[in-house]
Every structure is written in C-alpha cells, then in structure tokens.
C-alpha cells in the first residue's frame, strides 16, 4: 500500500531516495484509564477538509508534523476548522513486525537497529478490550491520564472492529503463498518454521478457500497453481513437505511470478491475497525496489490484491518487507517460534481474510483551546496529508475482522484550562461497496485527570509502557518517561494481575534493552528531546 501518497510530491519526492538507500543499505532486504470521552460512533457524512501540516526535522533526520504553533482564531459563535497545526492524520495500520523482531534481536544479545523500532508496531502488539461495534465498520474509543507534570498526558486513540464467528459466512479467500527458499533460510527457525506454519494453515481453511504456492531462490517457481483447498488438502500438504532450500534469493522473480499466479487465479467476490514468507535478505534479481513496488501497486489498484508479509530469521530485512507490504495494502508480521506461527496462521490469518474496511484513515483534531502542543507517538511512515483524508484516491490501511488499532499522543494542554481535548474520526470505504463512511470519538480534560500509573488502568498503562519501551530504543525524549527498570517493574505487575503471557515476555525484553543499553554507558528515556521543548516528567495480546 502506497501510504505516502497521501504526501505532497515535495515530500514524496524527499523521502524516496532514503528510503531506497535503507533498501540498498541492507542488500535489498525485502479497557483504560477514566475515559472522560463520550465513544460516539453515529456514521458522519464527509466535511470540510483540513489543512496539510507543514514538516521539520526530528533529531533523526526525518520530518514530522510541527505541533508547537498556537495557531487559528475564533469567529463569532463558534470555532473555525482548527488551524493545520491541531490536525494529524494517517493510514490505519495493524503491523507488528518491529516488536517481534526487535524481542528476538533482545533475545540474542543485541540492540535492535533504531531505524526498524516503529513504536506504533510495539503498541499495537497488544490488544486493549475496546467495544466492539454491532456492525461492520469501527468503535472509536478515546481516554488518557496526566503523564507527569507540566501539563503533559498521554491521549489514546483506541480503534476497534467486530471480530469474526468461523463458522458464519464469510467470502472466500484466494491465497498465493510466495515463499523463500534460498540458503539464508536454511538456518533453523526459518524455513523449518515456514513449512510448519503452512501445514497448520492448510487445516484451518474452509473448503471453498483457494491456495497457490511459489518458490523462489535464484528463479522463482510455481509448486502449485490456484487450487480449492477441498479438492487438494493432502496434495497441498505433499507440496509444503518437499520444499527444500538452495542457492540465492532473487525476491523481485518471487514477487513477481507470486502476482502471475494471484492474477491468473483471482477470484471475483474473494478476499485475493499474495502472502510473502521470506527474510527478506535478497540478494539477486532487481536492485531497484520501484521495479517490485510498483507491481504490487497495480495489481492491488486493478485486482484488490493485497499483501501480507511474515517476516523469519535472526538477519531480517524489516525495511523491504514493510514497504512491500505498505504499498500492498497489507500488513506485516515477524514469527521466532512454533507458538508464534501457530498465533499467526491458526488464530489470526483465518479469520483476517475477512476485511471489515478499505483505506482506512484517521484523523484527530486538537481544540487549540485546550491543547498548546502534541506528538503523535510513532505512524511516521504512514502520515497522510491531511486535505486527504476525505479524499478516497488516496491509499490508507487495510482492517480486518477483530482487529484493533492503537494511536497514542504526548498533549500538553494549557495551564488551568478546561473542556474538549480532541475528537478522533475514522474514515473507510466499505469492502462490498466501496461507500464512504466515517465514526467519531471525544475526549475531555475531565478525562485526562487521573495519573497514568494510578491504580485500575492496567490497559491504557500497557500501551503507554509499549510506547515508551520503543521510544527509548529510539533515544528517548517522551514526557513523562519512568525509566526502563520502572517499566519492567510495571509491566511485571501487569503480568502479575492478569497472568498474561505476552506481557511477561514484554517485561522481559525491557529488562534486557535496560542492560544491553547500560553496558553502552547509559539509560536513554532522560535524554535529549526529540522536540526542542519536550521534557521527561516524573494491555493484552
């Protein structure tokens, strides 16, 4: 999916070239706190459209919206549209990829590279129990506490859509599995994991669902055409059985013969889904990645046919597979273990090939009455413009059944003042019919008046630990952070109270960041801010 379309061509045009010298770089590697929010849902026709943000550096070298302008005036009787400074707007996006490799990376002894740390993927690793709507679009849910002090809170964004019954109706799905059988995957945890994770999958799709299977090292290969997974179990599973590795990993031939097949076997009415299971290590085949993407650009444009990554390997090319996976209009993933694929390919890609929207995009407005300045925590690669968010030529995310999305803000709101803080606006297009629709949510200072680490919020607590977790294997500079021993010891507590697996593992993977970055000379959540005027300050899966 092609997410900075929504960018102006200056910024496209900026960012373009760093993002194919990341390519290169790496061989070509392909329930919360007191809401205070009244959780409106009622289906909204379009409206006036906002002002696009204007960008500055951050300290990384990459742009972000300015926040930090008073901006707009009042006319008589009633606000105007808030100033461009108080919008932000981006694609919806249910990756998380980052986390699962970055805990891996952990595991092993090694920091992760900052440049693979998207603090949106950590966050949304975790899923809160928002409500869920009765229908098929979102719930938009809205809370936040005070994160320290001066005038700092954190405002969640909570996204939710209806989950999913395995045994009701659902369209069919068409599924091309493009996997990588080059000699990097010979290394255990790879292709091993791959075949296992293909043969669980074979069992837990219906009948009337269609699977093809391509290979590719040095040429890619079709094992299998478009094939009704009724008429084919055992034939399908005598396939996976065999694959074997070889030589090189010529990614562009994969993609390329991975979306022959996806078209020669589309299916009209079904979900037509190309998904890569690679490490996306390549290292033969096109050196430019305009060449891939923009296949994938047309056949989703044309077809509908969308991408799904899973990403293996202690060597991983995280930064080739989410662009792929962006421009498909699709998601990521990253699978270490057994139990791990399992996750993916039982309890989740079954039930994901039926989509709730298209081109999902949101948009929060700030009351500058309220709020001085804001960062939306993570989403850079996935920013729109925001004069497009009404705009339905421009690509936004993918959503599945029973999906959630989290988007978490630092707001800093102006001393002593009092009433509405944000309303958040989800926009998509109906799968069926491509219509339009559109939900909204409000919060308040009201409730934004709890501490963030006061007890009975354990939901919006997780996702504030996952957010500054990944922002301190950024470099840190978000108010209000603890410290990494403070949120391993807050996380544990989490575990404590709910027996949550996944949050263990999370606690877990802090304490090793907190020692592998104390051995480099120190903690980085009191460093330099990201934004000049940004100052430190005092769930489930």
Known sequence: MDRHDGRPAGRRAARFPAVIAVLLATGLAVGGCGAGGDGTTADRSAREKGGAASAVPDARGGARPDTSAEGGKESAGRPRQPAPDYLSTFALDVDTASYGYARRTLGEGRLPDPATVRPEEFVNSFRPDYPRPADNGFSVTLDGARAGSDGWSLVRVGLATRGTDRAAERPPAALTFVVDISGSMAEPGRLDLVKESLGLLADQLRDDDSIALV?????????????????????????VDSLATTSSTNVEAGVRTGYDVAVEGHRKGATN????????????????????LGRIEEERREYGITLFGVGVGSEFGDAFLEQLADRGDGQTTYVSTPAQARKVFVDQLP?????????????VSFDRRTVEKFRLIGYENREVADEDFRNDRVDGGEVGAGHTVTALYAVRTRPGSSGPVATATVRWLDPATRAPRERSGTVATGGLAADVWGGGHDSLQLTAIAAYFADALRGGGLPGA??????????DAIAGRSGSAVVRELAEAVRQADGLLGRQGGEPAEGPSREGELRSGDPYS
């Open 215 to 239: 290979t590719f090292s040095d040429e890619a290969e079709t094992r299998l055409p478009m094939t009704r997974v009724g008429e084919a179990r055992g034939r399908i599973r005598e396939v």
């Open 273 to 292: 889904r190309v998904v890569l299971l690679s490490d996306a290590l390549a290292n033969t085949g096109s050196t430019e990645a305009a060449t891939i």
């Open 351 to 363: 039930a994901h090939v039926e989509l709730r929207a298209r081109d999902a995009k949101a948009q």
């Open 482 to 491: 603890p410290g990494l021993p403070a949120l391993a010891e807050r996380a």
